[in-house]
């Protein structure tokens, strides 16, 4: 049975969990926290996302954030 449909309504916001692969560390030192962060908002104009709050762990991130469009985040 396929699943639902995603609904995606602008400017609402949706937590976001992404994690390592096999959740194993995806950073290592603070630089790539630093980087992971660099490429986070110089993307979030572009693709009209809003960044709430953030939390950066060893294996995984949460993101609070809103996007502007309908479409996926």
Known sequence: MPRRARVYIPEH?????????????????????QYYLELLTDKMPRYGVALHAYVLMTNHIHAYLANKFLIGV
């Open 13 to 33: 916001p949706y937590h976001l969990v992404q994690r390592g692969n096999n959740r194993d560390a995806c950073f290592f030192d603070p630089e790539n926290y």
